[in-house]
């Protein structure tokens, strides 16, 4: 049996917690200040939607994969693969407010124009700070999402309040790895007496992800650097560019990556999923022989269900997205990158439980070459 103390012990107190969100939302007794994860009061419930959905909690990856996507497609580095792709939103207003392409931002309003979802949860910001997660039903709810930012908000809370509404009945949900683990430990964990609605969970959209950053540590580091009333954007590039690229009125100021890292959260220090493997479909920004200038305007996609397959196949049909070929022994370089993170992961979690692997401990198997 689980316990609310386990889950204050083993993920809070050891810095595992991802802020995703998936603990709350639920009761009155777990929430979030300034991206940080909060347990307002004791609980004495042996077991729990908290702690179930919970992606820092003990988990099986290995069965959970099998358990909703084919075993003959699963990659040992990145998941599930049906296909690697670049592509880019063929309208240049989604292009013109995205991160890099506008790829997720086009399908998932070609996914609620088609019957795919009827709402989403997106995460909003303002230029990369202060985001919150939302429940998004039109285009233009789903372009008010636009861009990335690097805080970490409890975006599944907004989910576990529309599923509890029980309104609409097939919620799509982007989100980054730790996220998008959590939303399939919710459908694969109903309880008894209330199984949260997880059946209304439509698609699963993934994005590429290496580390967030401490909410507060991100907002003064920009103040320095910019006014953070004017910035439309922010990026990591490439590593060779060793920056946080802040986009201000139209111009860049770099912030050199050294003051960046230690921001890093404690609980990616554990991650060990860069490409959202539990998705349907996993959106990065591209990365090919053309070089940063002509990939920041574009996207990697991998393919990792029939529905992600015939929603990007719906996709090419209808002119929504271009498609360009990706490069040669681009997936190679990504199962190399992925499996970078993989063990480093491991490595700090062996660290952080003197030889265990912790959250990962029911998947020692899976990862005795890492």
């Given at each position: 049996?689980?316990?609310?103390?386990?889950?204050?012990?083993?993920?809070?107190?050891?810095?595992?917690?991802?802020g995703c969100g998936a603990c709350q939302g639920l009761c009155p007794y777990w929430g979030s200040v300034d991206g940080r994860t909060v347990c307002f009061f004791d609980c004495e419930r042996s077991d729990g939607r908290c702690q179930r959905f919970c992606p820092r909690m003990p988990t099986d990856l290995g069965a959970l994969q099998?358990?909703?996507?084919?075993?003959?497609?699963?990659?040992?580095?990145?998941g599930p693969f049906r296909g690697l792709y670049l592509t880019r939103a063929a309208d240049p207003d989604i292009r013109a407010r995205a991160q890099h392409g506008g790829s997720m931002t086009a399908l998932v309003e070609l996914a609620l124009k088609e019957g795919f979802l009827d709402a989403a949860v997106l995460t909003r910001s303002q230029g990369g700070l202060d985001p919150e997660g939302v429940?998004?039903?039109?285009?233009?709810?789903?372009r008010a999402c636009s861009g990335s930012s690097f805080q970490v908000p409890p975006t599944l809370a907004a989910l576990n309040r529309a599923l509890?509404?029980?309104?609409?009945h097939s919620i799509g949900v982007v989100g980054t790895p730790c996220k998008t683990l959590a939303v399939y430990k919710m459908k694969a964990n109903p309880l008894p007496e209330n199984d949260n609605h997880a059946g209304n969970i439509g698609m699963v959209f993934g994005l590429f992800c290496g580390w967030g950053l401490d909410w507060d540590g991100l907002r003064d580091l920009t103040k320095r650097h910019a006014d953070p009333a004017k910035i439309s954007h922010m990026d990591i590039p490439p590593s060779k560019y060793h920056s946080l690229d802040l986009r201000e009125e139209g111009k860049t100021v770099s912030v050199n990556l050294?003051?960046?890292?230690?921001?890093?959260?404690?609980?990616?220090?554990y991650c060990v999923d860069m490409t959202a493997e539990f998705a349907d479909l996993s959106i990065g920004g591209a990365r090919s022989a053309s070089g940063w200038d002509v990939d920041k305007g574009w996207n990697q996609i991998i393919v990792r269900s029939e529905k992600g397959e015939a929603l990007l196949e719906l996709a090419r049909k209808q002119g929504v997205l271009e498609f360009k070929d990706a490069m040669e022994g681009g997936l190679e370089k990504l199962r190399k990158a992925s499996f970078g993170k993989k063990r480093t992961a491991v490595q700090n979690l062996r660290e952080l439980t003197e030889g265990g692997l912790g959250y990962l401990s029911p998947n020692r198997e899976l990862l005795e070459n890492l």
């Open positions: 049996m689980l316990s609310t103390i386990a889950l204050d012990t083993q993920v809070l107190r050891q810095g595992l917690c991802t099998k358990r909703f996507f084919a075993e003959e497609t699963i990659l040992p580095e990145i429940l998004a039903t039109t285009p233009e709810e789903v509890k509404e029980d309104q609409f050294d003051e960046v890292t230690p921001l890093v959260r404690s609980g990616c220090r």
